[in-house]
Nanobody, 124 residues
Framework: QVQLEESGGGSVQSGGSLRLSCAVS????????MGWFRQAPGKEREGVAT???????NYERSVKGRFTISQDNAKNRLYLQMDGLKPQDTAMYYC??????????????????WGQGTQVTVSS
């Protein structure tokens, strides 16, 4: 079982920055995919960024060049550095994990583990 706990959300003005952090506990296999998803009110949940155990990253088109996903395995933490924030980035952000590859085609229920979420609000 894997437990995920996000922190670092808040309210910022357009153009500002936030750094989300996710504390990971429990057993993780050597091969995994970790990521950040978000859901805005009235919208479907969407993937923001993923990173696998090899360090390969992928980003949703709208955040590419503004957001950076990283991990600190020694501290069992996942991060999302968000720069150049826009009002359309306003959403609840969730940390996720799975032992399957970083792909929506990885199977039913991908990603398997979710945190409780942290709110990010960007005002214009």
């Amino acid at each position: 079982q894997v437990q995920l706990e996000e922190s670092g959300g808040g309210s910022v003005q357009s153009g500002g920055s936030l750094r989300l952090s996710c504390a990971v506990s429990g057993y993780m296999y050597a091969s995994y995919c970790m990521g950040w998803f978000r859901q805005a009110p009235g919208k479907e949940r969407e993937g923001v960024a993923t990173i696998d155990s090899d360090g390969t990253t992928n980003y949703e088109r709208s955040v590419k060049g503004r957001f950076t996903i990283s991990q600190d395995n020694a501290k069992n933490r996942l991060y999302l550095q968000m720069d150049g924030l826009k009002p359309q980035d306003t959403a609840m952000y969730y940390c996720t994990a799975d032992v399957r590859p970083c792909s929506p085609d990885a199977g039913v229920g991908w990603p398997n583990y979710w945190g409780q979420g942290t709110q990010v609000t960007v005002s214009s």
